[in-house]
Nanobody, 126 residues
Framework: QVQLVESGGGSVPAGGSLRLSCAAS??????MGWFRQAPGQEREGVAA????????HYDDSVRGRSTISKDGAKNTVYLQMNSLKPEDTATYYC?????????????????????WGQGTQVTVSS
């Protein structure tokens, strides 16, 4: 079991930036990711990384605008989002999984991630 606590969401104008944080209660799970879900939409993968490896994934919708990173000493994963667009508006969830969750293009399948945070709201106004 691991508890994940997200923070850093908020309301920003288009073009603005936010940094989301996800504090994990343990370092057991090496694959950490960010997902988002807009009202009426399915939950989708945004970014993921495999700790202590070069494996990093980004969804095409955020590639070049967002950076996922980790602070191992704090068991915390970050998502820096820049040049935000109104279509980035969603609840953002942190997820943790086993290393296999990060392997290959299937990383964004929700079913591969056993642990989830409660979410933090991001609202981007036009």
């Amino acid at each position: 079991q691991v508890q994940l606590v997200e923070s850093g969401g908020g309301s920003v104008p288009a073009g603005g930036s936010l940094r989301l944080s996800c504090a994990a209660s343990s370092s057991t799970y090496r694959c950490m990711g960010w997902f988002r879900q807009a009202p009426g939409q399915e939950r989708e993968g945004v970014a993921a990384l495999l700790i202590d490896s070069p494996i990093i994934h980004y969804d095409d919708s955020v590639r070049g605008r967002s950076t996922i990173s980790k602070d191992g000493a704090k068991n915390t994963v970050y998502l820096q989002m820049n040049s935000l667009k109104p279509e980035d508006t969603a609840t953002y969830y942190c997820a943790a999984g086993y290393a296999t969750s990060c392997y290959g293009e299937g990383w964004s399948a929700v079913g591969k991630w056993p642990y989830w945070g409660q979410g933090t709201q991001v609202t981007v106004s036009s």
